[in-house]
């Protein structure tokens, strides 16, 4: 079973760049069936997925974020990380990270899921 | 990006209920469906994948269906762990989107 563990500053200033890292424990971070994935929750509002990472070192982003998004990961280290500039107070949300798990489904589709998450930290702008 | 609308928004039952929440995609989704069950300061849980398939570990009380742009999930015998928001994603196309959430209340 994974465990992931978000960590990061508790504020950051409007303008600055917002850092955060998850740590993964468990032995699927090498497994080419998983993606490293980053989500966020507004005050009140819903999810939004913000990218995901291959241990490759692909990412790919949601397009309404990419100008300012950076996900790497350090397979040394068993965690991948997240950078947000130029942040504005429309970035304060509970920043999750979570396994994306490529399920093959009757070996015709592949079709991905968020299987495990962090417990998720507050980041205010 | 791919629209997901849940309805009802909110919703109350009693213990032992049986509720069912749909969804519908903007577009043809396939079965790259996904359910989550979400309670406040805590993880989100995968529920349901691809539509139908329950995850495991995941109670047989939840079950997915559909396919193309409609979708339900039914929970059976609600019991007092399953009072949360629960979401639909799609998987189908990046960006992924989620559903605004339902809030399941007693």
């Known amino acids: 079973q994974l465990q992931l563990l978000e960590s990061g500053p508790g504020l950051v200033k409007p303008s600055e760049t917002l850092s955060l890292t998850c740590t993964v424990s468990?032995?699927?971070?090498?497994?080419?069936?998983?993606?490293w994935a980053w989500i966020r929750q507004p005050p009140g509002k819903g999810l939004e997925w913000i990218g995901s990472?291959?241990?490759?070192?692909?990412?790919y982003y949601n397009p309404s974020l990419k100008s300012r998004l950076t996900i790497s990961i350090d397979t040394s280290k068993n965690h991948f990380s997240l950078s947000l500039n130029s942040v504005t107070a429309a970035d304060t949300a509970v920043y999750y990270c979570a396994s994306q798990r490529r399920i093959s489904i009757f070996g015709l589709l592949i079709v991905p899921a968020f299987d495990y998450w962090g417990q998720g930290t507050l980041v205010p702008v | 990006d791919i629209q997901m609308t849940q309805s009802p928004s909110s919703l109350s039952a009693s213990m032992g209920d049986r509720v069912t929440i749909t969804c519908r995609a903007s577009?043809?989704?396939?079965?790259?469906l996904n359910w989550y069950h979400h309670k406040p300061g805590k993880a989100p849980n995968l529920l349901i994948f691809a539509a139908s398939s329950l995850q495991s570990g995941v109670s047989s009380r939840f079950t997915g269906s559909g396919s193309g742009t409609d979708f339900t999930l039914t929970i059976t015998s609600l019991q007092p762990e399953d009072f949360a928001t629960y979401y639909c994603q799609q998987t189908h196309t990046t960006p992924y989107t989620f559903g605004q959430g339902t809030k399941l209340e007693i």
């Open positions: 468990g032995d699927s971070f090498s497994n080419d069936n998983y993606y």
């Open positions: 577009q043809n989704i396939g079965i790259y």
């Open positions: 990472i291959n241990y490759s070192g692909s990412p």
